[in-house]
């Protein structure tokens, strides 16, 4: 049985004014019956080839979702239609799930078939394969450091490989064992681009009234969370998106971790244990002038090795909780910080992204982009014939139409 198609996002993966989904395939038939209502109904089951129509789309029960504009770029059976939607991810995704429910499969990100060639869906013709594959990453990429950081790997990458076709050209079978040496390490580094794709999930924790909320706050530079002199403020978890140095973070608000009797409280307290689950870096927040909490929450939670902890409230003098203070795997990480005079924060950024790996010492370094050139750099790297290594690299950097 053939696939009905695809479905690939043009556009960029966070908030945005506009998103663009490319649906291609014979299945764009069945998704127009069920999940476009045209304003003006065309006599086709989709527009003529060329033409911009306006549409509501509809869920899978009818329900309106958005209004979209369709364009048709080529005609049934091979269709290639632009859903044009607002741009909210959570409206992207539900498009993206009726798309993949009437069977058009994901092709967000480029594929690389066996032999290690790519094609990747564009929204413009790529110059090359490489940059093909480059062009289907960008949209998941979250920060602008991102975009500058791939593109400018897309020129290193183009360099290397450049230089690598010439060496086997001057060098031949001698030449070979180097140039596959540095292709499998640039193929070992293709991760590198998921730190700015998969935000870092840091989770805020620490007994009530630490100030997990208001460090929430200033890190996200917006009032998020309720913040009050009340311990035990914080009953369910709070996620917020933002960026860090141009990385992207999730900062994870939790309620705060005591013994307690209070059913409410309680499960708080047991939301908490599973946020810090789900976050790769855990950041203990502790009040600098409650030294009495302090000590109760370190001996009630031994296990938790925070890869950060913040000494908060710096900016009064009532300081009360010292390094020394703390357990012995708690004291090399311990910074003093104040989240409502933003004191100690950029110390604690640097800390946080440190304890993720997100901030790479080698970032200069070649690294392949997208899964599917590091499968083309592998498959490169694995052969013994030098014309071979030759030829599957300029699979990815020979112009398009020499191809
Ligand atoms: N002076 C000073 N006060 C702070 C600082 N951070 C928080 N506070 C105050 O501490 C109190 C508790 O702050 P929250 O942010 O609600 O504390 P929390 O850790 O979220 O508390 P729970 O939600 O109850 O677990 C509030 O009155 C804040 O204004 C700080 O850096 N300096
Ligand atoms: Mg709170």
Known sequence: MTAAGGAALLTGAGPAAIA????????VQDFAARHLQWAQPPSQPLPAAGRVRRATLVDADGAPLDDVLVAVHAPLPNADVRVHLHGNPV????CRALAAACG?????AARASADGAVSAP????ARDALAAAVAAVLPQVLTLRGVLWVLDQERRLRAVLDECVRGLAAGGAAAAPAVR??????ATRADAVARFTRPLRVALVGPPNAGKSTLLNTLADQPVALVSPHPGTTR?????????DGYPVTWIDTAGLRATDDALEAAGVERSHRAIATAAVTVAVLDGTDAVTTVQFIRTYPDLAPAVV????????TAAVARDDLPGGWRPVAIRISALARHGLAELGHRVLTAGRTSDPDESEPAAIGADVATALRSAAGDEDHNAISEKILRLIAPSAER
């Open 310 to 317: 913040a000494i908060n409230k710096g900016d009064l003098e």
């Open 20 to 27: 663009v989904l490319r649906l291609t395939g014979p299945g």
């Open 181 to 186: 040496a540095r292709l499998a390490a640039i």
């Open 104 to 108: 058009l499969a994901d092709r967000t």
């Open 236 to 244: 369910d978890w709070l996620e917020v998106e933002a960026e860090l």
């Open 122 to 125: 564009g929204l413009w013709p």
């Open 91 to 94: 409206l992207v995704q539900q």
